[in-house]
T-cell receptor, first 110, second 111 residues
Framework: AAGVIQSPRHLIKEKRETATLKCYPI?????VYWYQQGPGQDPQFLIS???????DKGSIPDRFSAQQFSDYHSELNMSSLELGDSALYFC?????????FGNGTRLTVT | DAKTTQPPSMDCAEGRAANLPCNHS???????VYWYRQIHSQGPQYIIH???NNETNEMASLIITEDRKSSTLILPHATLRDTAVYYC????????????FGKGTLLTVNP
């Protein structure tokens, strides 16, 4: 069965650079969730979208923004990167169902 | 969302049943109990969920006490590949399936 696809798998950026993470949900899933997991931490909810509209917001920094497109894929844009942004970023999708997670993007900020 | 409490770590012998407890004493009537697991650095994986009845699927069984204040996830025949962090999460009913992860249990299955 098709799963949630995230790209890239790994990303290395320098401080103050920008990064864009992409998420392709399971076909027909209309809701996308973004999570951040720092080293040794548990996943923290950032933001979610339902039918291309922001549906909920968590601890997402103002330097980050996200959107969901007409094909339901989503992008997380991160600017002015800081060392503390180094983490695993997971996307999950849902269609009135338990969340299905992708395998994440590992962002390293140097 | 109701808070959950899980032991930080547990060990289990390969082939034996793994019983992972979770306390959610402040759960309210419309809140579901969800279990996910995360194998090292992979995305969390859905296991099972329930409201008040016991549930079973191909991965595990979920036993919820009658007062709903605690639950137990049972992996009937643990394998080495079941070594992971297991998260018990309480989620309100409704269309928002957002999960709030707390501190899970690191289950180590030993040969």
């Amino acid at each position: 069965a098709a799963g949630v696809i995230q790209s890239p798998r790994h990303l290395i950026k320098e401080k103050r650079e920008t990064a864009t993470l992409k998420c392709y949900p399971i076909p027909r899933h209309d809701t996308v969730y973004w999570y951040q997991q720092g080293p040794g931490q548990d996943p923290q909810f950032l933001i979610s979208f339902y039918e291309k509209m922001q549906s909920d917001k968590g601890s997402i920094p103002d330097r980050f923004s996200a959107q969901q497109f007409s094909d339901y894929h989503s992008e997380l844009n991160m600017s002015s990167l800081e060392l503390g942004d180094s983490a695993l970023y997971f996307c999950a999708s849902s269609l009135n169902s338990p969340l299905h997670f992708g395998n994440g993007t590992r962002l390293t900020v140097t | 969302d109701a808070k959950t409490t899980q032991p930080p770590s547990m060990d289990c012998a390969e082939g034996r049943a793994a019983n992972l407890p979770c306390n959610h004493s402040t759960i309210s009537g419309n809140e579901y109990v969800y279990w996910y697991r995360q194998i090292h650095s992979q995305g969390p994986q859905y296991i099972i969920h329930g409201l008040k009845n016991n549930e079973t699927n191909e991965m595990a069984s979920l036993i919820i006490t009658e007062d709903r204040k605690s639950s137990t996830l049972i992996l009937p025949h643990a394998t080495l590949r079941d070594t992971a962090v297991y998260y018990c999460i309480v989620r309100p009913g409704g269309s928002n399936y957002k999960l709030t992860f707390g501190k899970g249990t690191l289950l180590t299955v030993n040969p």
